[in-house]
């Protein structure tokens, strides 16, 4: 099984989840507020958990995968951020870069955790020899997530649908 590192700022520590992490990821999952621009429902629990097996799979084959956010203050889990890819079918544009991704619980909205823990992610995945090239998918309204991207060098470049929900694709093509 492939190491996951562990990438720290000064508020969050990001690792690789345990077993033990995932009734809080399935929690996250469950919240109106989290779910609300990432297809409207709560995730159901098993959905949850195939997610949370798909991480660690991530890590083992792709050599890159997402953390758990941990709040280093108290070790709270309060999300997941990184990379992985989907095979989501939108076309060699989307399709054949890794995509970024990330979910906080809503108990720390718009305290600046997520930009800070995204952040860090990016860092790290932009000094791999893969790093550098990523996509992002965003549900069209998403204003906090879109800023996010669009800090980090994200570009919007056409919008679309997926699984019913009419998205934004982001390019992020960082030149070493």
């Known amino acids: 099984m492939a190491m996951v590192p562990v990438v720290e700022t000064e508020r969050l520590i990001l690792r690789g989840m345990t077993r033990e992490d995932f009734p809080a990821l399935a929690a996250i999952w469950q919240e109106p507020e989290v779910v609300r621009f990432i297809g409207g429902k709560p995730r159901p629990v098993a959905e949850s958990w195939a997610v949370f097996l798909r991480i660690a799979?991530?890590?083992a084959i792709e050599g890159f995968?997402?953390?758990?956010?941990?709040?280093?203050?108290?070790?709270a889990f309060l999300g997941q951020t990184g990379f992985f890819t989907a095979m989501r079918g939108l076309g060699p544009d989307f399709d054949d870069a890794p995509e970024a991704g990330w979910v906080l619980t809503s108990s720390v909205h718009g305290q600046g955790l997520g930009r800070e823990a995204v952040g860090a992610a990016h860092r790290w995945f932009d000094e791999q020899p893969f790093g550098g090239r990523s996509r992002a998918m965003i549900e069209v309204g998403h204003a906090a997530s879109c800023a996010i991207a669009e800090r980090l060098g994200y570009v919007p470049f056409r919008e679309t649908e997926d699984l019913g929900d009419r998205v934004t694709l982001f390019a992020?093509?960082?030149?070493?």
Do not use: C, E, L, P
């Open 57 to 59: 799979g991530s890590w």
């Open 172 to 176: 992020r093509d960082v030149v070493r």
């Open 65 to 75: 995968g997402q953390w758990g956010i941990f709040r280093r203050a108290d070790g």
